[in-house]
């Protein structure tokens, strides 16, 4: 929502306010006096007592003192202090609903109270206090209405994009506890409105919050590679690699499709020959899973990409029964005799 948006659902437009100075063309003078001794200052501005204020002279004694906080604002924000700020706009919104309620001839509490609010906020905003206060107090004992507001306030101001909601959820506050302090005295007929308001500029504050916080970006999709490297009978070196043309495509489909490589598993095999279960085949395993990693660093794979662990002849993939002679056999275990390669990549960006 734009700022001229906003301003219109206020109880009291930011320029009405400002023009409150203007009331009588002779108080101009008095007027600047007033403010400057109140911005240097960090004293409450009072009103005249509710039973006074029935002479012009009263009326406008106090329409000053409303003029002289509305400067003190200004000048804040003329300090680089922005309008959306949460703290600023909750200055604002209290003294935009003290006025509202004096306009209203409200003869309770609540119209010092909420001008005290203002004029509390501003001064430590003046003698830049840190922390600033992020509570709301219930003016004039105002009744808590709607919990689940003041719920979505908390949360909102814990979002990673409160930034954007600042200046909402502030005059929703405000506004809240506006609507608590006529349902005290009126009840939920002119609680009405306000809550209202509330409603309304929390749903636009958890627009703007979520608005506020880019998308995380969707995390690339894993490709997986899978190759077979096979051994020779009781062997393990790299002379004894039956072929490396399987892994070797994996590793080229990988950089052809500028695929940035994250993991590889390899997993080393023997055949049953030597007996199965033999510690010896377990040795076997490991050595062939070595002389890939080997070979793969020669391919300038970093070495902490691996992964390796060894089955000895406990996963057969061929179990060759009855085959003869020795030599045929020894071919027909060649599978068994392996390492698999399991390489996880993921797209580069």
Same mark, same amino acid.
């Given at each position: 929502m734009t700022d001229e948006g906003f301003t219109m659902r206020c109880i009291l437009p930011i320029a009405l306010l400002a023009a409150l100075s203007a009331t009588s063309a002779t108080s101009a003078t008095s007027a600047t006096?007033?403010?400057? /001794?109140?911005? #240097?200052? /960090?004293?409450?501005?009072? =009103?005249? *007592?509710? @039973? +006074?204020?029935?002479? +012009? +002279? %009263?009326?406008? #004694? +106090?329409?000053?003192?409303?003029? #002289?906080?509305q400067e003190r604002i200004h000048a804040l924000n003329e300090g680089g202090r922005p309008v959306r700020d949460y703290h600023l706009s909750k200055a604002q919104c209290w003294l935009d609903v003290?006025?509202?309620e004096y306009t209203r001839n409200d003869r309770s509490a609540f119209t010092q109270g909420a001008l005290d609010e203002s004029v509390k906020l501003v001064a430590a905003m003046e003698g830049k206090v840190e922390p600033l206060p992020m509570d709301t107090p219930l003016?004039?004992? *105002? *009744?808590? $209405?709607?919990?689940? =507001?003041?719920?979505?306030? *908390?949360? =909102?101001?814990?979002?990673? @994009?409160?930034?954007? %909601?600042?200046? $909402?959820? %502030?005059? /929703?506050?405000?506004? $809240?506890v506006h609507a608590g302090n006529e349902y005290n005295q009126q009840q939920w007929r002119h609680a009405r409105p306000y809550v209202q308001i509330a409603e309304e500029n929390t749903a636009e504050a958890q627009r703007a919050a979520e608005a506020c916080v880019p998308p995380t970006p969707a995390l690339p999709t894993p490709v997986t590679l899978s190759a077979d490297v096979a051994f020779e009978f009781d062997r393990h070196t790299q002379s004894d690699v039956r072929s490396f043309d399987a892994l070797t495509a994996a590793l080229d489909r990988a950089r052809q499709e500028k695929l940035s490589i994250t993991a590889i598993e390899l997993i080393g095999h023997a055949d049953r020959l030597a007996g199965r279960g033999a510690e010896y085949n377990r040795w076997l395993s490991e050595r062939r899973a070595a002389t890939i990693a080997a070979w793969l660093g020669t391919q300038g794979i970093d070495a902490s990409l691996l992964r390796s662990s060894y089955r000895g002849d406990s996963e057969q993939v061929k179990a060759c029964e009855g085959v003869t002679p020795p030599s045929a056999l020894h071919e027909c275990l060649l599978p068994n005799r392996r390492v698999e390669v399991r390489i996880t990549a993921v797209p580069q960006h």
């Open positions: 006096s007033a403010t400057s /001794a109140t911005s #240097a200052s /960090a004293e409450a501005t009072r =009103l005249n *007592a509710e @039973g +006074d204020r029935i002479t +012009d +002279d %009263a009326v406008h #004694a +106090d329409h000053e003192g409303y003029a #002289a906080v003290s006025f509202h003016v004039n004992d *105002a *009744a808590r $209405l709607r919990p689940d =507001l003041w719920e979505k306030f *908390a949360g =909102l101001k814990q979002h990673a @994009g409160f930034r954007c %909601a600042q200046q $909402l959820v %502030a005059c /929703a506050e405000v506004e $809240l």
